[in-house]
T-cell receptor, first 114, second 115 residues
């Protein structure tokens, strides 16, 4: 158990809908990262928050947004969902933001868009 | 741009033997971190080992060791005394640059341990 929690574990929804994925980092970790893992794209970095502020942005679509709250939990919002958004979404956390900080991953949320 | 290459889509190893999973990387940064993660069939990503670009000694964590060759830009994972539970996908990853926390992952290597 990495100490990072994600809810829900599974999510099934329809095209055009909006969903919210939730992540709670390990105790003491200030950084939260979101990743998307799909069969065709592999593991892709989406976005990072550090202590409530956006720190780095990767291949995140405009239909997707995220935020980190004062209690450091984070939410990833996916809207206007398409079939291709079906994937495993991971949240990871690290103590700080330096590039050499180990990221610990949550169990993931498996999103299926029908 | 940073790039991680894992050239072995699949590997087989006999139980109790050692296996090396290859990883090469490309970066212009001087300071970076190299990581290996394990993803069993259950889906979670498990951190295995870390190597800093300035670390002079190869990292070791139990049965895992990282064969770091900076000049060749390679960071191979060595698993000694393979166990059936080692069967999983293994990902090499790199995070680098003082303002870059974008961790890039390789395509992964599926390791199968044979009894």
């Amino acid at each position: 158990d990495s100490g990072v929690t994600q809810t829900p574990k599974h999510l099934i929804t329809a095209t055009g809908q909006r969903v919210t994925l939730r992540c709670s980092p390990r105790s003491g970790d200030l950084s939260v990262y979101w990743y998307q893992q799909s069969l065709d794209q592999g593991l892709q970095f989406l976005i990072q928050y550090y202590n409530g502020e956006e720190r780095a942005k990767g291949n995140i679509l405009e239909r997707f947004s995220a935020q980190q709250f004062p209690d450091l939990h984070s939410e990833l919002n996916l809207s206007s969902l398409e079939l291709g958004d079906s994937a495993l979404y991971f949240c990871a956390s690290s103590v700080d933001g330096p590039q050499t900080d180990t990221q610990y991953f949550g169990p993931g949320t498996r999103l299926t868009v029908l | 741009a940073q790039k991680i290459t894992q050239t072995q889509p699949g590997m087989f190893v006999q139980e109790k033997e050692a296996v090396t999973l290859d990883c090469t990387y490309d970066t212009s940064d001087q300071s970076y971190g190299l990581f290996w993660y394990k993803q069993p069939s259950s889906g979670e990503m498990i951190f295995l080992i870390y190597q800093g670009s300035y670390d002079e000694q190869n990292a070791t964590e139990g049965r895992y060791s990282l064969n770091f060759q900076k000049a060749r830009k390679s960071a191979n994972l060595v698993i000694s005394a393979s166990q059936l539970g080692d069967s999983a996908m293994y990902f090499c990853a790199m995070s680098g640059g003082w303002n870059n926390n974008d961790m890039r992952f390789g395509a992964g290597t599926r390791l199968t341990v044979k009894p």
